[in-house]
Protein backbone atom coordinates (compact mmCIF):
# COMPACT_ATOMS: atom_id res chain seq x y z
CA UNK A 1 0.00 0.00 0.00
CA UNK A 2 2.96 2.38 1.00
CA UNK A 3 4.68 1.27 -2.55
CA UNK A 4 1.20 2.30 -3.77
CA UNK A 5 0.80 5.72 -2.60
CA UNK A 6 4.69 6.82 -3.23
CA UNK A 7 3.75 5.78 -6.75
CA UNK A 8 1.15 7.81 -7.30
CA UNK A 9 2.35 10.52 -5.13
CA UNK A 10 6.06 10.67 -7.51
CA UNK A 11 3.50 10.21 -11.03
CA UNK A 12 1.35 13.67 -9.21
CA UNK A 13 4.83 15.46 -9.14
CA UNK A 14 5.50 14.52 -12.49
CA UNK A 15 2.49 15.85 -14.39
CA UNK A 16 3.35 18.78 -12.55
CA UNK A 17 6.18 19.23 -12.35
CA UNK A 18 6.01 18.96 -16.78
CA UNK A 19 2.81 21.06 -16.71
CA UNK A 20 5.12 23.80 -15.30
CA UNK A 21 8.08 23.25 -17.60
CA UNK A 22 5.74 23.38 -20.27
CA UNK A 23 4.28 26.56 -19.27
CA UNK A 24 7.51 27.51 -19.49
CA UNK A 25 8.41 26.57 -22.98
CA UNK A 26 4.88 27.88 -24.04
CA UNK A 27 5.95 31.21 -23.47
CA UNK A 28 8.96 33.13 -24.18
CA UNK A 29 9.70 36.47 -22.32
CA UNK A 30 12.03 39.16 -23.19
CA UNK A 31 12.68 42.49 -21.24
CA UNK A 32 12.36 45.63 -23.14
CA UNK A 33 15.17 48.03 -22.78
CA UNK A 34 12.20 51.02 -23.04
CA UNK A 35 11.16 51.42 -19.52
CA UNK A 36 7.51 52.56 -19.74
CA UNK A 37 4.59 50.17 -21.37
CA UNK A 38 3.40 52.40 -23.95
CA UNK A 39 6.40 53.42 -25.52
CA UNK A 40 7.59 49.59 -25.85
CA UNK A 41 3.96 49.26 -27.26
CA UNK A 42 5.06 51.99 -30.17
CA UNK A 43 8.24 50.48 -30.69
CA UNK A 44 7.51 46.82 -31.28
CA UNK A 45 4.29 48.41 -33.24
CA UNK A 46 7.26 49.46 -35.69
CA UNK A 47 9.01 46.56 -35.84
CA UNK A 48 6.19 44.26 -36.54
CA UNK A 49 5.50 46.45 -39.38
CA UNK A 50 8.98 46.94 -40.42
CA UNK A 51 9.47 43.21 -40.72
CA UNK A 52 6.24 43.24 -42.97
CA UNK A 53 3.62 42.63 -40.16
CA UNK A 54 0.19 44.53 -40.13
CA UNK A 55 -0.25 46.00 -36.23
CA UNK A 56 -3.91 44.81 -35.95
CA UNK A 57 -4.31 47.05 -32.87
CA UNK A 58 -2.70 47.49 -29.55
CA UNK A 59 -5.38 46.20 -26.31
CA UNK A 60 -5.62 48.28 -23.11
CA UNK A 61 -6.00 45.85 -20.83
CA UNK A 62 -6.18 48.11 -17.97
CA UNK A 63 -9.31 50.31 -19.38
CA UNK A 64 -10.82 47.21 -21.16
CA UNK A 65 -11.34 45.50 -17.82
CA UNK A 66 -11.83 48.81 -15.81
CA UNK A 67 -15.23 49.26 -17.47
CA UNK A 68 -16.09 45.91 -15.71
CA UNK A 69 -14.94 47.32 -12.44
CA UNK A 70 -11.56 45.69 -12.42
CA UNK A 71 -8.50 47.14 -11.39
CA UNK A 72 -5.29 45.53 -12.52
CA UNK A 73 -2.12 46.55 -10.38
CA UNK A 74 0.08 46.64 -13.38
CA UNK A 75 0.06 48.00 -16.75
CA UNK A 76 -0.68 45.51 -19.20
CA UNK A 77 -1.51 45.69 -22.93
CA UNK A 78 -1.60 43.58 -25.92
CA UNK A 79 -0.10 44.23 -29.20
CA UNK A 80 -1.77 42.24 -32.06
CA UNK A 81 -0.31 41.19 -35.54
CA UNK A 82 -0.71 39.24 -38.68
CA UNK A 83 0.61 38.72 -42.20
CA UNK A 84 -1.76 37.79 -44.75
CA UNK A 85 0.26 35.28 -46.68
CA UNK A 86 1.15 33.75 -43.64
CA UNK A 87 -1.98 33.05 -42.54
CA UNK A 88 -3.43 32.22 -45.68
CA UNK A 89 -0.81 29.28 -46.30
CA UNK A 90 -2.09 28.05 -42.49
CA UNK A 91 -5.46 28.08 -43.15
CA UNK A 92 -5.30 26.28 -46.23
CA UNK A 93 -4.13 23.20 -44.78
CA UNK A 94 -5.47 24.02 -41.25
CA UNK A 95 -8.39 26.21 -40.73
CA UNK A 96 -8.14 25.19 -36.63
CA UNK A 97 -5.04 27.10 -36.13
CA UNK A 98 -7.63 30.56 -36.73
CA UNK A 99 -7.97 29.79 -33.03
CA UNK A 100 -4.39 31.16 -32.45
CA UNK A 101 -5.04 34.03 -34.91
CA UNK A 102 -3.92 36.98 -34.88
CA UNK A 103 -0.26 36.45 -33.69
CA UNK A 104 -0.10 38.71 -30.48
CA UNK A 105 2.43 39.90 -27.97
CA UNK A 106 1.59 40.89 -24.16
CA UNK A 107 3.64 43.91 -22.90
CA UNK A 108 3.33 44.51 -19.12
CA UNK A 109 4.99 45.66 -16.18
CA UNK A 110 7.14 42.77 -14.27
CA UNK A 111 7.05 42.26 -10.78
CA UNK A 112 10.82 43.62 -10.97
CA UNK A 113 9.56 47.48 -12.36
CA UNK A 114 10.61 46.69 -15.26
CA UNK A 115 8.96 46.29 -19.23
CA UNK A 116 8.48 42.41 -20.07
CA UNK A 117 7.23 41.54 -23.72
CA UNK A 118 5.74 37.88 -23.99
CA UNK A 119 4.72 35.94 -26.53
CA UNK A 120 4.00 32.16 -27.62
CA UNK A 121 7.13 30.10 -28.19
CA UNK A 122 6.56 29.50 -32.33
CA UNK A 123 8.98 27.49 -33.10
CA UNK A 124 7.57 24.74 -30.14
CA UNK A 125 4.56 24.85 -31.22
CA UNK A 126 5.22 24.46 -35.07
CA UNK A 127 6.59 21.38 -34.31
CA UNK A 128 3.34 20.35 -32.14
CA UNK A 129 1.41 21.00 -35.74
CA UNK A 130 3.43 20.22 -38.18
CA UNK A 131 3.26 20.41 -41.94
CA UNK A 132 2.04 23.67 -43.25
CA UNK A 133 1.78 25.27 -39.96
CA UNK A 134 5.40 24.30 -38.93
CA UNK A 135 6.92 25.53 -42.23
CA UNK A 136 5.53 28.56 -41.67
CA UNK A 137 6.00 29.09 -38.34
CA UNK A 138 9.33 27.86 -37.98
CA UNK A 139 10.83 28.95 -41.01
CA UNK A 140 8.54 32.62 -41.31
CA UNK A 141 7.05 33.40 -38.48
CA UNK A 142 9.70 32.53 -35.62
CA UNK A 143 12.99 34.43 -38.27
CA UNK A 144 10.62 37.50 -38.59
CA UNK A 145 9.84 37.30 -34.87
CA UNK A 146 13.88 37.37 -34.14
CA UNK A 147 14.20 40.38 -36.37
CA UNK A 148 11.17 42.16 -34.23
CA UNK A 149 13.26 41.47 -31.05
CA UNK A 150 16.49 42.84 -32.73
CA UNK A 151 15.51 45.51 -33.85
CA UNK A 152 13.82 46.55 -30.50
CA UNK A 153 17.27 45.94 -28.78
CA UNK A 154 19.11 48.42 -31.42
CA UNK A 155 16.46 50.95 -31.31
CA UNK A 156 15.79 51.43 -27.23
CA UNK A 157 17.31 54.84 -25.84
CA UNK A 158 20.32 54.43 -24.30
Given amino acids: MLL ?7 AGLMVLSGCQSTTGRM ?12 QTCEALKEAIEAQGF ?12 A ?9 VRVVQFGRAEYAQRMLADTPEVSALMPCAFGVYEGDDGKVHVSGMNRALMA ?25 LEHDAPQ
Fill in 4 to 10: LVGCVAG
Fill in 27 to 38: VTVHESAYRDVD
Fill in 54 to 65: HCKGILNLNQAM
Fill in 67 to 75: KHGVHLDRQ
Fill in 127 to 151: EMFGGTVAEVMRKRVARDEAAIFKA
